[in-house]
């Protein structure tokens, strides 16, 4: 073998190895990415718009304000009681009074404005769970009747003079509305009453002759007299007819 083959095969062997070592180490690198640079969102020029904020709730367990409620004005007409007025707006009859600063609550004007004091309502609290209780069983009790009227005819002034006569009518038990209620004489003179509320206690004075009724005076409107000689029995009826009482002249 001459000098240039020896040559010629040691660089073919050389070149044989680079190649494989070439190989061998494009087989053995991970596979890297060519990285890529995106382009980065531009901020809008136009500011956002802050979101609206709600209304917050008043706090748990704690009540709302309270609203005021409107006074109402009742104007006294013709009949109008302060018992009657009471019933008619669920108020009582001395709350009414203290509202209006009322000297004398029998006495009322036609036209006069009263100031009707709302009703009491509690404000709403929150609950809170009740313990547990074993029920006792207990005795039933009789429920209480009502209170019976109680009117006396108490006087009869002057009888037989009709400018002077008077009866005297006197509450001694419940208040009573005595409209429709009537006073006779036995010879087919009867009085029918207005309306017209006799408190516990209070009286009421009956006129025969003519004058303008209060709540105190009630005028009749006969020319004669009413209680003459000739009447024994002064009788007193409820709207139903049924006797209430009565009262002897002789």
């Known amino acids: 073998m001459t000098r240039q083959q020896v040559i010629f095969i040691l660089a073919l062997n050389a070149l044989i190895s680079l190649a494989i070592s070439l190989l061998v ?11 890529v640079t995106l382009p980065q969102a531009m901020p809008s020029a136009t500011s956002a718009t802050e ?3 709600l209304p917050q709730a008043s706090p748990a367990g704690q009540p709302s304000p309270p609203m005021t409620p409107t006074p109402i004005i009742h104007v006294v007409k013709p009949g109008d009681t302060l018992f009657w007025i009471a019933e008619k707006y ?47 069983p207990v005795e ?26 008077v009866v005297v009518l006197t509450n001694r038990g419940r208040d009573v509305r005595l409209q429709g209620w009537t006073l006779s004489n036995g010879r087919g003179q009867v009085y029918t009453f207005p309306n017209l509320t006799l408190f516990r206690g209070n009286s009421v004075r009956i006129y025969t002759t003519k004058g303008r009724n209060t709540p105190s005076d009630l005028y009749w409107g006969l020319d004669s007299a009413a209680w003459g000689p000739e009447v024994e029995v ?15 002249l002789h």
Request: cysteine-free; proline content about 13%.
């Open 25 to 35: 180490v494009w087989l053995v690198s991970p596979r890297i990415a060519p990285s």
């Open 51 to 53: 979101p609206t904020p």
């Open 90 to 136: 669920n108020v009582s009859r001395e709350s009414i009074i203290e509202e209006n600063n009322l000297a004398d609550p029998d006495i009322l004007a036609v036209g006069q404005e009263l100031i009707i004091p709302p009703l009491e309502v509690e404000a709403a609290l929150p609950t809170e769970p009740l313990p547990s209780y074993t029920a006792t």
């Open 140 to 165: 039933p009790t009789a429920t209480p009747t009502e209170e019976a009227f109680h009117l006396e005819i108490t006087d009869i002034v002057a009888p037989g003079r009709q400018e002077a006569e």
């Open 234 to 248: 002064v009788t007193l009826k409820d709207s139903e007819g049924n006797v209430q009482t009565t009262y002897e």
